[in-house]
């Protein structure tokens, strides 16, 4: 594996040998000093044509871990400014030394283009409404966790609800999940579904309560508030009512089932219930393995046969 | 200690502790290399949500000397912009694995809320008028150090001048000074007194000149512009005329009389002298000392039995 | 060494000791772990008052690789926004511990002023139309290295071409280049040559087609938009056309001719071919010698005896 720009392409054998990896930083991060040597004197270089001090910081606390050097750009800082193009951007970048471009860009393909123009290996951190392949692989890590599903997702049921037509993380999901056996339906109205829904291997509701206490995992997709004013949904109010997690849902749920949410969330649109109330959320863990999931991306990308059990 | 949110609370053998463990950082930054391995692994996040270059820079220097891994935000660059209520900004980067948060805010309070939504250890580095313990901390060590007064500051006379009203550094100090055993006059104009100033353990003074020959210590407030537009002060030029550091009144210091500020200093108005001139100004033994005791109160939240006495 | 301001003041026997001493650190970034313990423990402000990633990357790639401390600042974050003057910036950084600056500014002359008020060692990275000495260093270990120059440039043609006015990269090449034995010509319309250009070791010219085919190096400066604005140039489509590289220019180059560019490049303004299908292109070679002149200036500023050979 040279870069990770698409989760479609990872072979279920793949997910689950990333997982096994995860398992291991999971351990890391649980010393009394989190750190290994693994990837010392490799440089990760954080580009971000898009705000997100989450993802951000993510990977950025992934690679010091790893005892990485890590240089974090923001666009308003980059050069860009000077109408540099991302080619030459990336090129001299590059000329200094650089192990990993991890790349955040809001025009589907973007971190593909990158590979093109560097030795170096990149990491899709997001691009446009395409792909999100560290999310899909921290909420399988996540679900396999808490449901004990260390062989695969067979027979489990999984909703994701929200604006699938706008979202990476709706896209690289149902790959995941349904890479890995799971059965997915997408609960949006129909003004947020994509154009070819029906290609997809998916099935499509518009009826969340016939849904709720059926499903293992109710994955919720943040609310945009563009939308509304793009007029695809009516209103934020009235999204609640028929796609928000309520208290009324919220009790709906079975015991064991999982809510997610890729971060951040709005409260009271599609998060309406305080989720640290709810037994069930998994809004922090997926935060948590984050963490650990880029951690095992890193280290399969630039590690060399390093050994994990010696500390840093 | 888990925290460090208000000066009020310690007591004077906790501020002498401090101030102890301060000596041994002193020691450590003049070491060939000013390193310790006492937080190696741990993290500290600066979540700066009021810009300040001096405090900020302070805190990211003494965290790596401890050899603790840092991250730096700034409240522009962070997802407050899409609207995440500082609550699950606080959850969220606390479930990557932090250590201490280092918050300042324009809230009276800030820090006291983020100590709810987090096990990690929390150090107030400014919020709203209300305090800012390190400036206390720093601002004690350097009188201590300078006038030599390591069992206790009985007897000294200490001014404070310019806008008490609005400064936390002002409260935090009081507090550290008096329970120290100075005594504090606030030298003021009445718009720039706090509400219930008679309840404070202190004398008060609007008449500058009469005092200035007398005092141990003249602690120069900033004079904040936007207090001009409040018309709290007639203009910059008189207040400099009543309360400010002219020449004439720096000829009538006692000649061990200490000159300290917080920074950044406004020259020309309440520091209408060159402190580089004034031969008891502390303007720059304030800034290197607070290095110190920002390691020290991080090694007292964070470290562990750890040996000062190796190098990192 | 105390500082390095002005490439003006090095003689040719200085050049030569920091190529050399270039020489070993491009051999550390070759290593499978490209870093050196030689400066642990010393502190690299990076200050840069006018925004470039490009410079700074490269300084900051440099400390760390020495292993140094770094912190970075950009004018818009810094406490400059508070009305703090340059003088008491630097006072305050300074007294925290800091081992050198290295400062972009747009007034000629602020890192030699910056001098004044620290103990510390000082890099200009660039100010105003005056000097940009690392870029003059890392321009020359580039043609020292590819025409095979080890022992000087006599004999060498170089074409310096654009806007040599406004431009702190021509001043401090002229002065590298000529001290190193190369005859420069500059080429440049009328508008942008500086005042007393009869006074600089160098002949002029208006006519890049009649000298394409005669110089070992060609040396393209950026053409800022804003000269357009100046009037200074009537379009950028005529000054390609006068003064770009253009596909047929590039036809004319002699097979061992070099291209150079401090970047950032405007395609198809200056640089009027791709860089990337030029054999003699220095572009990206540029850019990764300028990481290794960097370590070079730090050691020799910062370094006390410390062993190369050893591993960080």
Known sequence: MK???DIGVLTPDDLHHLMALTDHMVEVNQRPIPKVPALRGKTVVNLFFENSTR????????ARRLSADVMNFAVSSSSVNKGESLRDTIETISAMGVDAFVVRHKSSGA??????????????????WHQHPTQALLDCYTIRT???????????????VGDIKHSRVARSNVQAFTALGA??????????LPPAVETWPVTVSHDLDSLIAKVDVLYLLRM????????????LREYTGAY?????????LRPHALVMHPGPMNRGVEMAVDPSELPGSMVLHQVTNGVAVRMAVLFELLGSGADLATSA
């Open 3 to 5: 870069h990770l720009l």
């Open 55 to 62: 993802t951000l910081t993510s990977f950025d606390t992934a």
């Open 111 to 128: 971190p593909m283009q990158v590979t093109k123009w560097t030795n170096a290996s990149v990491v899709n951190a997001g691009d446009g």
């Open 146 to 160: 808490h449901l004990n599903r260390r062989t695969g997702f067979d027979g489990l049921h999984i909703a994701i």
């Open 183 to 192: 059965h997915v339906t997408l609960v949006a109205p129909p003004t947020l």
């Open 224 to 235: 945009q508030r563009e939308r509304m004013v793009d007029a695809l949904v009516p209103s």
């Open 244 to 252: 928000g997690l309520t208290p009324l849902r919220a009790a709906r």
